[in-house]
């Protein structure tokens, strides 16, 4: 990788033997976030971008010790916009003197390329569901994930324990963890991510040109036209990448919302009052019984899961739990001394053990659970 070393006090000589060691690439709003929250948990944070000045506004900021590179790196984030992170996690893990056991992730709304093109067991795709009004490292907070979504996207050659060591980072800093397949995260992020910032921006826009002929009508912009629209009010330089780099799937959501508002004009021009009252009723249930923070249960408990030592176990069982809906609180990998066998261990809602337990020996494996006691 490209990037100089930060001053002498920065050398790894100046950092204490025990400090847990990261580093970032791209050190705007998520990348800044990551370090600024790794420093306040006591980590060395590295980093560079393709603008030394956002690097070093970023050091001046306290989300990095040094600016650089670091081959010491447990783990390596990739925050630069979608279509430069295969080429930059490649980098990475072709950096000479990386440890073996190094993982790098990214932080991209899209996973399917991303994930395709960087095909090495220590390489976990990542997507923090986190943002902020504010860009760049002048927006970074390093509570930004907190109580926020992160969801990993672990495929048949994925590492277990790039897996396990991310995935104990990731709740670190704050975040839930869900795990899902590639493709089932570009699915659902076009339905609830990338649709909603398309929207919104076309419903800001139109505001802005009836605007240039009433200009009373953005005064009368209430809180839930400023709610609705909140999000056009982001960063728009990467999301022409997001929507290239997820057409299909931001498409196909696109042809359902227009259907569905083809739909809602049909029962307006037709002033169909029980069938408006109908599609509202319906949309304001929905919206009531969405899911807050789920934050941790009053009970844990332990599925253990005997597994063979082979590519594909992690991504097979962590995305089943993500289907269900199921928060793993804790996951661990404890390997065989003997034999190719090891235990996945997951703490779970107490409510959910039950049911993970059950799909699971329906795949064919045999697990055990158990209640855990608090201290």
């Avoid at 990095?64 to 996690?89: H, Q, S």
């Avoid at 990214?106 to 994930?115: C, L, S, Y």
């Avoid at 227009?258 to 037709?270: H, I, P, Y």
């Amino acid at each position: 990788m490209n990037g100089e070393q930060g001053s002498e006090s920065d050398s790894p000589e100046a950092v204490p033997v025990r400090a847990r060691r990261a580093a970032v690439v791209g050190t705007g709003l998520i990348g800044g976030s990551i370090g600024m929250a790794l420093r306040a948990r006591g980590w060395h944070v590295t980093g560079r971008d393709a603008n030394p000045e956002s690097a070093e506004r970023a050091l001046q900021a306290g989300a990095l010790d040094a600016i650089g590179c670091d081959p010491d790196a447990e783990v390596t984030f990739v925050a630069t916009p979608v279509g430069a992170v295969a080429a930059e996690a490649r980098s990475v893990l072709d950096q000479a003197g990386l440890a073996a056991d190094a993982v790098v992730t990214d932080v991209a709304g899209v996973k399917v390329p991303v994930v395709a093109q960087v095909d090495d067991p220590r390489f976990v795709g990542g997507h923090p569901m986190a943002g902020s009004e504010q860009t760049g490292i002048d927006g970074a907070d390093a509570e930004l994930f907190s109580g926020a979504t992160w969801v990993l996207t672990p495929v048949a050659g994925t590492d277990p324990d790039a897996y396990a060591l991310l995935r104990s980072v990731v709740a670190m800093v704050g975040a839930e963890v869900v795990a899902l397949s590639p493709g089932q995260h570009d699915a659902l992020v076009a339905v609830v991510s990338h649709v909603p910032h398309l929207a919104a921006a076309t419903l800001m826009n139109l505001a802005e040109r009836v605007s240039t002929e009433h200009a009373a009508l953005l005064r009368l912009a209430a809180g839930g036209f400023r709610d609705m629209t909140r999000v056009a009010a982001g960063e728009p330089s990467i999301w022409p990448d997001v929507c290239i780099a997820n057409s299909a799937a931001i498409v196909a959501t696109l042809d359902a919302l227009v259907a569905d508002l083809e739909e809602v004009r049909s029962r307006v021009a037709r002033q169909d009052r029980a069938g408006l009252f109908a599609m509202l009723g319906q949309a304001a249930s929905a919206r009531r019984v969405l899911p807050a923070s789920a934050g941790t249960p009053d009970e844990l408990a332990e599925v253990r899961v005997p597994v063979p030592d082979r590519p594909g176990v992690i991504a097979e069982i962590t995305t089943m739990a993500g289907d269900m809906g199921v928060n793993i609180f804790d996951l661990e990998i404890a390997h065989s001394v003997e034999g190719d066998r090891g235990v996945m261990v997951l703490v779970v809602d107490s409510r959910d053990a039950e049911s993970l337990h059950d799909a699971l020996a329906a795949r064919g494996f045999r697990p055990t659970a158990g209640f855990l006691e608090r201290p």
